[in-house]
């Protein structure tokens, strides 16, 4: 944009942009007219836009809400829960070196411990693949409660996830054996308002009334 400056004999001078900061001389009077750089628009002062809240798929949309803070997860146990086929099965998997010593401590030909190592090497196999089903099952479900809500996942391929709000949480039930008691486990089942029955049901989680304490709590 081109600069006009006034000489003093009043002639107005125009002058292309690069000549700004430069000496220029008026055609009417010969004078040196000194040509000033062009004034610059003052911007508008705006104040930054406010930062973006991270993502986070049980975050509160509510402008300072609390951190959906994880307070329980476990999964189920496999001995705690079930001592004595765990035993059963743990045996069945080692019976074919029972046996194979009871058969060399008896000689080869005594027919019933002969027997017996056939039928060890034949369920040992079985209970391997029931134990890893079991224990697999186990690894797969999650029970996991924040202080918003609490959900059971299930699956590792493929997943089923079962959600209920602490806020609509109408009953917790905690059912435990004997046995259980004595080993600290036992099942713990949620239901809530919107619901007749029950929405969340999970058998063998490890501290099932420390689950009830956390709920209760939340629920105030």
């Given at each position: 944009?081109?600069?006009?400056?006034?000489?003093?004999?009043?002639?107005?001078?125009?002058?292309?942009?690069?000549?700004?900061?430069?000496?220029?001389?008026?055609?009417?009077?010969?004078?040196?007219?000194?040509?000033?750089?062009?004034?610059?628009?003052?911007?508008?002062?705006?104040?930054?836009?406010?930062?973006?809240?991270?993502?986070?798929?049980?975050?509160?949309?509510?402008?300072?809400?609390?951190?959906?803070?994880?307070?329980?997860?476990?999964?189920?146990?496999?001995?705690?829960?079930?001592?004595?086929?765990?035993?059963?099965?743990?045996?069945?998997?080692?019976?074919?070196?029972?046996?194979?010593?009871?058969?060399?401590?008896k000689g080869t030909e005594n027919t019933a411990a002969f027997g017996y190592?056939?039928?060890?090497?034949?369920?040992?196999?079985?209970?391997?693949?029931?134990?890893?089903?079991?224990?697999?099952?186990?690894?797969?479900?999650?029970?996991?409660?924040?202080?918003?809500?609490?959900?059971?996942?299930?699956?590792?391929?493929?997943?089923?996830?079962?959600?209920?709000?602490?806020?609509?949480?109408?009953?917790?039930?905690?059912?435990?054996?004997?046995?259980?008691?004595?080993?600290?486990?036992?099942?713990?089942?949620?239901?809530?308002?919107?619901?007749?029955?029950?929405?969340?049901?999970?058998?063998?989680?490890?501290?099932?009334?420390?689950?009830?304490?956390?709920?209760?709590?939340?629920?105030?």
């Amino acid at each position: 944009m081109p600069i006009q400056v006034a000489c003093r004999c009043g002639k107005t001078i125009t002058a292309p942009d690069e000549y700004a900061g430069r000496k220029g001389k008026c055609k009417a009077c010969g004078e040196a007219v000194a040509i000033p750089a062009p004034a610059r628009r003052a911007e508008p002062d705006f104040p930054p836009p406010p930062p973006k809240p991270a993502a986070d798929d049980f975050s509160d949309p509510l402008p300072g809400a609390p951190a959906d803070e994880t307070l329980y997860s476990a999964s189920p146990s496999m001995f705690r829960n079930r001592p004595v086929q765990f035993i059963l099965g743990a045996g069945l998997i080692v019976s074919p070196v029972v046996m194979l010593l009871v058969l060399l401590a008896k000689g080869t030909e005594n027919t019933a411990a002969f027997g017996y190592f056939i039928l060890s090497l034949v369920a040992s196999p079985l209970a391997m693949l029931a134990f890893l089903k079991w224990w697999l099952d186990c690894r797969a479900t999650r029970l996991v409660i924040t202080r918003k809500r609490i959900s059971l996942k299930r699956g590792i391929l493929s997943r089923r996830l079962n959600e209920v709000r602490v806020a609509d949480i109408r009953n917790v039930r905690v059912d435990q054996t004997a046995l259980q008691r004595l080993f600290g486990v036992g099942s713990v089942g949620v239901s809530s308002s919107g619901q007749g029955d029950v929405e969340i049901e999970v058998h063998g989680i490890p501290t099932p009334q420390r689950v009830r304490e956390i709920l209760d709590d939340l629920r105030g």
